[in-house]
């Protein structure tokens, strides 16, 4: 029993991913055999009219740190920065809990989480430049800070409405 569970440990990974999450099903895959193939030659890139990155933590200025540094990184990549801002206030949420579990119901505590949250807009992308771009900043996301992209691809009008 003990060689198996020492064979089925080796082949696992056991390295730490960063948080994310993607509004659209994205498969990622990061097989060597994968990266060491050129790209398909006659296949197109994809386009991206806009890409939204939307930034959730508990520390605005980690956050804004943050944001910095994704727009010096987009910068550097000539990628076109739209607007980009943040909620004037946190979000909070409160949990009430009884003090004593068995009586006294008076007498009571409160806990509280604020999330604030931080958005920025990336124009006229490529597929190749979107996939570098988030692999970079993916790779430096702070802890304490959550990612959410929401991508709009640009797509050819069907055949049947060109006519």
């Not at 739209?82 to 009571?108: E, M, N, P, Q």
């Amino acid at each position: 029993m003990l060689k198996w569970f020492n064979i089925s440990r080796s082949l696992v990974p056991l390295a730490p991913r960063p948080v994310r999450w993607y509004s659209d099903a994205v498969v990622a895959s990061t097989s060597q055999a994968a990266l060491d193939q050129p790209p398909p030659v006659g296949v197109p890139d994809k386009l991206y009219s806009r890409v939204e990155l939307q930034m959730k933590g508990i520390d605005p200025e980690v956050m804004k740190s943050y944001a910095l540094y994704a727009k010096t990184a987009a910068e550097h990549l000539d990628i076109e920065v739209g607007k980009h801002w943040t909620l004037r206030k946190a979000v909070k949420d409160r949990l009430t809990l009884l003090k004593s579990v068995h009586i006294y119901k008076k007498h009571r505590v409160q806990y509280e989480v604020r999330n604030y949250y931080r958005f920025m807009h990336f124009h006229k992308l490529t597929g190749s430049t979107l996939d570098t771009f988030l692999e970079y900043i993916e790779r430096n996301l702070p802890e304490g800070i959550a990612l959410k992209v929401t991508k709009v691809e640009l797509q050819e009008l069907p055949e049947h409405l060109r006519k």
